[in-house]
């Protein structure tokens, strides 16, 4: 059978798997980490909770941790994963998200996803709250009107890059080598090295050219990650 990018989520989250895996992308929720998470499938699913489900707690995280990792998110994995979902307010949100990064293009088709009229946060109240407080400026203009006041933005919420890189490996590649599935490929191969080039593709979400050439990178470098080398550059064995 030939190879098949997946372009969805793999799997629907329970609301525990849900917490564990945005506590494992370094949300600070009191729950247990799941940091194997994947990062775009664990922010479309948190954005599904608080859009769909009115969970205002959860979205205030997400966009927090928006504004603190966003140069680090595959902006071309989390668009496929927008295009392919169905709900009007969830790609609205991803349209407001992506006009408030703006300046990063990565994110520009993300603001076309969503043409329709614009969409009230809450689902009551949403014009009185804005005639005492205006609106938030991180939404401002965008597919999204929120309240000013109505999402807690508190960067202490959310684990900084370099104590994230620690904790998540595949994040922690992504630092080094930038967003791309490249990155995230060479983050399973470290979990897991004997990963088919298929495998690979299928586990990072990514191409079957990209993993190929993963693949044959990590078996060049293999020889050198077998051995220690000493400061003074001899080799210890």
């Known amino acids: 059978m030939a190879f098949r990018r997946e372009a969805t989520a793999r799997a629907q989250l329970s609301e525990d798997e849900l917490t564990e895996a945005m506590t494992g992308i ?31 707690r959860t979205l205030a995280m997400l966009v927090t ?14 668009a496929r994963l927008v295009d392919a979902h169905q709900a009007p307010r969830v ?7 992506a006009l408030w990064q703006k300046k990063d293009r990565r994110f520009a088709r993300l603001i076309t996803r969503y043409d329709g009229e614009r969409v009230d946060l809450l689902s009551v109240g949403t014009d009185f709250q804005v005639r005492r407080h205006g609106e938030d400026p991180r939404f401002e203009g965008s597919a999204l009107r929120v309240p000013a006041n109505t999402l807690r933005d508190r960067p202490a ?9 620690r904790r998540h490996r595949t994040y922690r590649q992504r630092l080094i080598m930038g967003p791309s599935y490249r990155a995230d490929m060479w983050a399973a191969l470290e979990e897991n090295p004997a990963l088919s ?23 060049l470098v293999a020889p050198v990650r077998a051995k220690r080398v000493t400061p003074r550059g001899a080799q210890a064995r």
């Open 157 to 165: 919420d959310v684990l900084a890059p370099a104590e994230l890189a």
């Open 197 to 219: 080039a298929a495998e690979l593709a299928r586990a990072a979400h990514g191409s079957f050219a990209t993993a190929w050439q993963v693949k044959r990178d990590w078996q």
């Open 26 to 56: 370094g949300m600070s929720f009191a729950a247990r980490a799941n940091y194997d998470a994947n990062i775009e499938d664990t922010l479309l699913a948190a954005s599904e909770q608080g859009m769909l489900h009115d969970d205002l």
């Open 65 to 78: 941790w928006l504004g603190v990792h966003a140069r680090l998110i595959n902006a071309d994995r989390l």
């Open 91 to 97: 790609r609205a949100f991803w349209s407001a998200i």
